[in-house]
């Protein structure tokens, strides 16, 4: 069955059988999904349960990939410690959250009922197939929260400015992250994926002290399930996100993954340069059969090393995943 297969290659089992899923799968690139954004708000369609099981079903079915991953946002937790999100198109999320008055007790599933509804849809309609639910990792989710641009220079300003006050936001944030991932293994998710988008912004010793300790707290409260730990621009830190007790570390495009793959037994996710999804199908099936050559015989889960660009084909993404299973 395709999905003791998944989560057995995510605890480390090498397979002949090449997986694949692809980050932001269920999203803009797919027209289905541009018509229901047409009629609803992003945060609508994160909130409601028909809507978001619905689009993240919607990849099994055009492109046979082989799990889901949850459609939701890596700020939707932060709706359970009161604060108020807003998306707009263009501009970074904007979070309205008072800093002085941040409290969190343990509320997230009663604050936040829609998760586990939308997953209760998803496993009655496609239980054949993984569902891996996702958060954002602390330190991400922390730059959101305090903003700054591309660059989340007040994220980095408080980090060095007042340390024992950010180690707090972090704290409650882990405690909030974790909570929220284990209530969407509870509702039937099959893995999860933390992602940390931005702490490759981090110089490594600073990523040991303010981040790695958090994210380990998250991994060890996950230990009874198959866990994903993504980061981008982590060559300087990769020996430290391989020392996390995740289960499969994901990488983006910049590092080698057969270097990354033999400094540790852990499975490794990736890392497909998003943009090769744009160019035409030979350079497709060349680059990745360039990734699954290199990852033989080793834990592997093919996928792209970033989200899937809005500009990509359908087709495109079709043809991938149809090569990865052809591999086989």
């Not at 289960?247 to 983006?252: F, K, L, W, Y």
Request: charged residues 25%; glycine residues 4%.
């Amino acid at each position: 069955m395709i999905k003791d297969e998944f989560l057995s290659v995510l605890k480390g089992t090498p397979s002949d059988k090449p997986m694949i899923w692809i980050m932001r799968q269920a999203g803009r690139f797919l027209k289905p999904y541009r018509d229901i954004k047409e009629k609803h708000s992003f945060l609508k369609m994160c909130t409601t349960p028909e809507l978001a099981a619905k689009i993240t079903m919607l990849p099994a079915e055009r492109l046979d990939v082989d799990a889901m991953i949850l459609f939701s946002d890596i700020l939707i937790p932060l709706k359970a410690i009161g604060a108020k999100i807003s998306y707009k198109a263009n501009t970074q999320p904007a979070v309205d959250l008072d800093l002085n008055k941040i409290h969190y007790e343990n509320s997230v599933a009663d604050r936040l009922p829609f998760i586990e509804q939308t997953v209760k849809i998803i496993k009655d309609e496609c239980s054949q197939k993984p569902l891996i639910g996702f958060a954002g990792a602390p330190f991400t989710v922390v730059c959101y929260i305090l903003g700054g641009g591309s660059e989340f220079y007040r994220a980095r300003a408080f980090l060095y400015s007042d340390p024992e006050q950010f180690k707090k936001l972090m704290s409650i944030v882990t405690q909030l992250t974790i909570d929220y991932l284990k209530m969407q293994i509870s509702s039937g998710c099959d893995a999860v994926q933390l992602f940390d988008s931005w702490a490759g912004i981090l110089p490594a010793d600073i990523y040991k002290t303010f981040v790695y300790p958090y994210n380990q707290q998250i991994a060890e409260a996950l230990i009874d399930t198959p866990s994903i730990y993504y980061i981008k621009d982590s060559s300087h830190i990769i020996d430290y996100c391989l020392e996390l007790d995740f289960d499969c570390i994901s990488v983006d495009w910049r590092m080698d993954i057969k270097d990354v793959s033999l400094k540790s037994r852990k499975c490794i996710q990736g890392n497909m340069d998003n943009t090769i999804l744009l160019s035409d199908r030979q350079t497709i099936k060349n680059r990745a059969y360039d990734i699954l050559n290199a990852m033989r015989g080793r834990a592997h889960i093919f996928n792209l090393g970033h989200g899937i660009l809005p500009q990509t084909d359908e087709n495109s993404a079709k043809y991938l995943v149809d090569v990865v299973h052809e591999f086989r």
